[in-house]
């Protein structure tokens, strides 16, 4: 018996029609454009159900009311289908990602989000690649966590970031292996065992919050970072140097303190793309531990900030807060 599949088609690029002024979404165009594609209705393809999101999404104004959408629809469809696809814009699809992961709780059924660097009508197109295999994967080689596939390789949603802009490789897993390589043959990298759990699907609130990222650089002026604190900031991501140096700066670290003790969670990231937090290994990363920063690990810069605005959204106490973000919750931290 084919399995059932699911496909919200929330925007992007994947779906688009050319026009006088360049790609334009158009309502209904995707579905049409598939349906006169044969090989999505192979005998090895599952059967599938397309709804198109009405107004189409730009990834560009996807914010945590976007994410709730998504959640709350695939929710409301999670005991009539087997899988889901969600067809999505690439240049924010990585936060897309990292946030259901934290939304989605004792999740027991596939999710792969994917989208393309050029329309699925064009004849150079990367969609039908990556749609046919998702399709393929969510039905033959199921992963019940959220995923994100592009350029024929399976990721595990949280650990990706986006790293070429017009690529087809556009999207990149810098401290997890893959979990699936959809080659000659499809070659799983990890035996990730498909937990059934025992409780019911769980599907957390996530709300915008007050989140600030700053970008260290040599020669920054202290004074922007005590005015970004001043302000009602939940949150604050810095993103530093190498294992997660900063300059040890009298000023930079008393501002840091004083924002920490008042709540202010401040996470320290680093701005290279592999690798992972250590502020035991610097005299200058220690200083930040003192002043009460704490750890990114490995995570993504996308993944951090899902998670904090996971985590700030169910109002818990701050200590419990600091635990839980320095905890690996849906496999987002090594």
């Not at 709804?51 to 914010?63: K, R, W």
């Not at 990149?172 to 799983?188: D, F, Q, R, Y």
């Not at 709300?207 to 970004?228: C, M, R, T, Y």
């Amino acid at each position: 018996m084919k399995k059932r599949i699911y496909i919200a088609y929330t925007g992007g690029t994947i779906g688009m029609k050319p026009s006088a002024s360049g790609f334009v979404p158009v309502e209904g165009y995707l579905t049409d454009t598939i349906a006169n594609m044969p090989d999505f209705y192979h005998d090895d393809m599952p059967d599938f159900e397309i709804c198109e999101y009405s107004p189409l999404i730009d990834s560009a104004n996807v914010s945590p009311d976007v994410w709730q959408t998504i959640a709350k629809d695939i929710h409301s469809r999670y005991d009539e289908f087997d899988g889901f696809i969600i067809l999505h814009g690439t240049d924010t699809m990585s936060y897309t990602a990292s946030a259901l992961s934290f939304v989605f709780e004792n999740l027991s059924k596939p999710i792969i989000i994917t989208g393309s660097q050029i329309p699925l009508s064009q004849l150079r197109t990367d969609a039908r690649i990556n749609l046919l295999n998702s399709l393929y994967i969510v039905a033959h080689h199921p992963i019940n966590e959220v995923c994100l596939f592009f350029n024929n390789y399976l990721f595990r949603g949280n650990r990706t970031t986006k790293q070429y802009a017009d690529g087809f490789d556009a999207f990149v897993s810098p401290n997890h292996v893959p979990l699936l390589e959809a080659g000659i043959e499809i070659k799983k990298y990890n035996k990730l065992p498909n937990i059934v759990y025992s409780d019911d699907l769980v599907v957390h609130e996530i709300e915008v919050k007050s989140i600030a990222i700053l970008h260290l650089f040599p020669g920054l002026n202290w004074q922007v970072l005590d005015n970004l604190l001043k302000s009602p900031l939940q949150a604050l991501v810095i993103l530093t140097y190498g294992v997660g140096n900063a300059q040890q700066d009298k000023q930079l670290l008393e501002t840091l303190k004083r924002a920490s003790e008042r709540g202010v969670i401040i996470v320290n990231c680093s701005q290279c793309l592999k690798g992972a937090v250590n502020m035991k290994g610097y005299a200058t990363g220690h200083a930040l531990s003192e002043a009460g920063v704490i750890s990114g690990g490995d995570m993504t810069t996308e993944a951090v900030i899902a998670k904090l605005y996971y985590l700030l959204s169910q109002s818990l106490p701050y200590e419990q807060l600091v635990t839980l973000f320095q905890t690996d919750l849906r496999g987002e931290l090594g």
